[in-house]
């Protein structure tokens, strides 16, 4: 039986960190990483050993941070893909298992992400939606007091990742995939929605509701087209993918204006 040869390149733990490098990443920063592992080719290692090309290039000082969202967790009266019968709602609502951060597996961020969660001496953030993971001296400090009415905004890690001098590493990821450009959200005017999930509580597993403010995507790849034409992107390969690096804090900022002119009435909720 004939079978497809894999596509390449090839890409090494060695191949990676080099071309990283290239890019721009530096010993000693901190990074979220948005990431695809598919768009790199076929990778010696997978996605042990695009993590391991992360940490080789960022050293002992840096630090990687990556989403570890679940948003399985959360209210089944608003899924769609797919929806599940009503009658089923509140069975769902009374046994979702809680939220634990070294447990709850990530979902819809890829195998990355994953990775980085399961990394030896890896810390996560506490929503049981919007996690963050980390690794490195700051990670710590980046993930801490990640409030339950604050998914994405200024009690959330990517304030604090503000207040680092992160950047963003979009490696094989569009700006749709952009999770910065929500804090520019919680920077306007936006609504307030209910969010439902199951936590645990000194009183024990609780299916809770908070309010918070609304978050889309919805228009986040023209925002970056936009963002890329007028403020500084480093832009290369790292095997097949398209990579772009970015400062967390221009991008917000960008956000925060181009958002309330272009997208002013946005109700939907993530």
């Known amino acids: 039986m004939s079978r497809t040869a894999p596509a390449g390149p090839m890409c090494t733990r060695d191949s990676l960190a080099a071309e990283l490098r290239g890019v721009g990443l530096r010993s000693g920063e901190t990074v979220l990483v948005h990431s695809s592992l598919s768009s790199l080719g076929w990778v010696c ?14 050293g002992d000082d840096g630090t990687l941070v990556v989403p570890a969202q679940s948003g ?3 209210d089944p009266a608003g899924w769609v893909n797919p929806p599940v019968p009503e009658a089923w ?10 939220y634990d951060a070294w447990t709850t597996p990530t979902r819809g961020v890829g195998v990355i992400p994953e990775v980085v ?13 919007t996690s963050f993971a980390a690794v490195g001296p700051r990670a710590a400090a980046i993930v801490d007091g990640h409030a ?13 990742l503000e207040e680092a001098g992160a950047r963003i590493l979009l490696l094989g990821a ?8 929500h804090l520019a959200e919680y920077r306007i005017a936006a609504p307030q929605v209910d969010n439902s999930f199951a936590v645990m509580t000194p009183q024990g597993r609780r299916w809770t509701t908070v309010r918070d403010t609304a978050i889309t995507d919805d228009r986040f790849g023209e925002l ?5 034409e007028e403020r500084p992107v ?19 900022a960008y956000a925060e204006i181009w958002l309330a002119e272009q997208r002013p009435h946005t109700t939907a909720s993530a």
Do not use: Y
């Not at 569009?174 to 450009?181: K, L």
């Not at 480093?234 to 917000?252: I, P, T, W």
């Open 45 to 58: 290692g997978g996605p042990v050993a695009v993590v391991q090309a992360l940490l080789d290039v960022l």
């Open 72 to 74: 399985d967790n959360s």
């Open 89 to 98: 709602w509140a069975d769902i609502r009374a046994s979702m298992p809680h």
């Open 117 to 129: 969660r399961n990394w030896p001496g890896a810390v996560r953030s506490a929503h049981p939606q």
């Open 148 to 160: 339950l009415d604050c998914r994405l905004g200024e009690r959330s890690p990517l304030a604090r």
């Open 174 to 181: 569009g700006f749709a995939s952009c999770t910065a450009f």
């Open 224 to 228: 970056g087209e936009a963002f890329e």
């Open 234 to 252: 480093v832009r290369g390969k790292v095997g097949a993918a398209d990579a772009r690096l970015l400062s967390l804090a221009d991008a917000v």
